[in-house]
């Protein structure tokens, strides 16, 4: 008969399971993360992943959703606590290096990423596009910023600028520098 958890422990493991998965999808990719290694980091049985998880998919989608919104939380308090276009940039520069934490991120164009977005269901996709919608909705409805150019231009701009951590190797300068150059030069010609 298999173990039954209390409520503390659930919480625990459930945490412990993703905080596994988050580590190990950003060191080895999601297609070398095994749920044997992640049951062994959580202290459970592989039978036991599955009262927790329906699958290998469903615990990426809630670990890469979980980031995002996070993600989302922290830049939404950032420009709260400076309500202009400095705390915009400020918000840039956490967003930033959260990428460069969790590359799967920014990775979305990889074989590893592509094998993932096939396996998961119709429900888990629409989570993640979900997900996606409130990450692209950040910098909109804040009644105290005004766009000096298109607001699609701006988001564009945005976007790229984030989009060039897959060129951080390639760089001669450091590329956190270089990024926050970029947006203390840029955030004059995005925003009022």
Known sequence: MPRSFTGREKDNIKKNLLEACKQSWTQYGYKKT?????????GISKGAFYLFFESKEALFC???CSVQEQICRTASEVMEGRKDKYGVAAALKRIYREY?????LHD???MDFTILMNKL???QVQKIEQCNAMSRQLF??????KYKIDADLAMSVIYSLIMNMKNKEVLPYGHMETFDFMVDHLIDSLFE
């Open 34 to 42: 095994g749920v044997d290694e992640l049951c062994r980091q959580a």
């Open 100 to 104: 460069d934490k969790n590359n799967f």
């Open 108 to 110: 979305s164009d990889s």
């Open 121 to 123: 269901s119709e429900e």
């Open 62 to 64: 809630e670990v890469l």
């Open 140 to 145: 909109f409805n804040r009644p105290y910023l």
